[in-house]
């Protein structure tokens, strides 16, 4: 049996990202729940969130974002061979969001699949790309975190209905050019499915519900040594960081978890306070804003770090093209 | 060298100051989190973690919500055993300098955003309306399967 080999490295030729037009704000929520704008920017950090439209579906986030990154990366749609949603918030699962995704994008019959690791679904689809493209079973592969998780929040409950929002970003990930280095490091992930309850959906026809005490204590406790490993294994010190991008679940989760890194110098994202929690797609959402900023750039290190429902988590290192 | 109670309540005053915006003297040991400091339980997780950090005493959570005045947390911290020498976990980068924008402590001048299209109560109606219609259709979609 043969086996095929790709590149000795793999890296992300572009980032792209969308966001639905409809902005939301505290004062918004506070009309129809008990809350208001100062307790959700200091207990959450968000200031204003996205809403997508009714007829708004994943699918039609995930091709805007994806576009986007294929225009920026210099590729055409038939240079892609492979198309990955990260995405726990489908409009269905027969059929999936990507073969969908890839037709309307132009890319024809690439590989294409979902994946569901809520919101370190990016890192993990990320991880799995750069596999393929090292190992030879794609040669560019578009990822993409899209999400539309308005239509499974109940809008009357305070505890979640301020927290979660819709958007999408993508990465198309390719193999590095002749002698260069790998710009997507080694992955670092894993799961507890004790805490399966802690986030979760009870079916179909139900809300999203979380226990927001224990799921801060555990993300703000148990990931840094993640984040850490994913580092070593890149061979990358923290202290080198140009940035730290973590899921943005919570403003002072993401602190939390930040200042245990050793990393003084990285900016850590904070993309949630005009996005809130888009799950998979805050991560590449988060990037593609800091690059169109220029708050990061070519050569830069970035850590990356995803978690949530599951519990799941996956972080890896990758240097900005 | 165990630490001494003026000692857990100067540290304890610090954290306080920092999640929860309290200033450090206000921080007594007769303080009720909830009536005096207005202290959610949310940020009092924050606490224990930050305690946990700070005098290497982990305060899980049933016993979390039995400690309702900071003099209850110091009586806990002390009883653990806490000396200086041994706080558990990687030391945190003091001096750290995060660059967040920290919204809740200044006015963040805001990009310019389309306005909403319509007030939330009419979305989350339309909203409400288009979710139990999907999923009144697809409940419809399960049972005709028989399922």
């Known amino acids: 049996m043969k086996v095929t080999h790709g590149a000795p490295g793999a890296r992300v030729l572009a980032f792209g990202g969308y966001q639905p037009a409809r902005v939301v704000t505290n004062d918004d929520l506070a009309a129809t729940v008990d809350t208001n704008d100062e307790w959700i920017r200091s207990r959450v950090g968000i200031v204003t969130r996205r809403i997508a439209a009714p007829d708004e579906t994943v699918a039609d986030m995930a091709v805007n974002a994806g576009g986007k990154a294929l225009a920026a990366s210099g590729l055409s749609a038939s240079d892609i061979d492979l198309v990955i949603v990260a995405t726990c918030t489908p409009e269905s699962t027969i059929p999936n969001t990507a073969a969908t995704v890839a037709t309307r994008l132009g890319i024809v019959a690439s590989g294409a699949f979902d994946m569901n690791a809520a919101c370190a679904g990016f890192c993990y689809a990320l991880a799995a790309a750069s596999d393929f493209v090292r190992a030879g079973s794609s040669h560019h592969v578009l990822v993409i975190g899209a999400e539309k998780l308005s239509q499974w929040v109940d809008w009357t409950d305070r505890s979640t209905c301020i927290i979660f929002a819709d958007g999408a970003g993508a990465a198309v990930v390719g193999p590095v050019e002749d002698g260069s280095p790998a710009g997507i490091g080694p992955v670092v992930w894993g799961s507890d499915g004790t805490m399966a309850d802690k986030i979760y959906i009870t079916d179909r026809n139900s809300f999203i519900h979380q226990e927001g005490q224990t799921v801060f204590r555990w993300s703000t406790t148990a990931l ?28 002072r989760i993401i602190e939390g978890i930040a200042r245990k890194l050793g990393a003084p110098q990285a900016r850590v994202a904070d993309d949630i306070v005009y996005s809130g929690n888009t799950s998979s797609a805050s991560i590449p959402l988060a990037l593609s804003h800091m690059i169109e900023r220029g708050e990061i750039g070519a050569g830069d290190s970035v850590l990356l770090l995803g978690f949530g429902a599951g519990v799941s988590y996956a972080a890896q290192v990758i240097t900005v093209t | 060298m165990a ?32 009536d005096d400091l207005d202290i959610d339980s949310l940020s009092m997780v924050e606490i224990a973690v930050a305690a946990q950090d700070k005098f290497g005493v982990e305060i899980p959570d049933d016993q979390l919500k039995n400690l309702k005045t900071v003099q209850d947390v110091v009586d806990y911290v002390r009883g653990e055993g806490v000396s200086v020498l041994s706080a558990a976990g990687p030391a945190p980068a003091d001096g750290t300098q995060l660059r967040l924008p920290a919204p809740w402590r200044s006015q963040v001048s805001e990009p310019a955003l389309p306005p909403p299209r319509r007030h939330l ?17 697809w409940a419809g979609r399960y049972h005709a399967l028989g399922r």
Request: charge should be negative; proline fraction near 6%.
């Open chain 2, 3 to 34: 630490m001494t109670d003026e000692e857990i309540l100067s540290g304890l005053g610090e954290i306080i100051d920092e999640v929860a915006g309290v200033p450090a003297d206000q921080v007594t040991p007769d303080k009720n989190f909830v």
């Open chain 1, 224 to 251: 840094h040594p993640v984040a850490l490993a994913a580092c070593e294994r890149a061979g990358v010190d923290p202290a080198s960081l140009a940035a730290f991008v973590p899921h943005q679940a919570n403003l």
């Open chain 2, 121 to 137: 109560t009419k979305g989350a109606i339309h909203l409400a309306g288009r979710l139990s219609t999907h999923r009144c259709h």
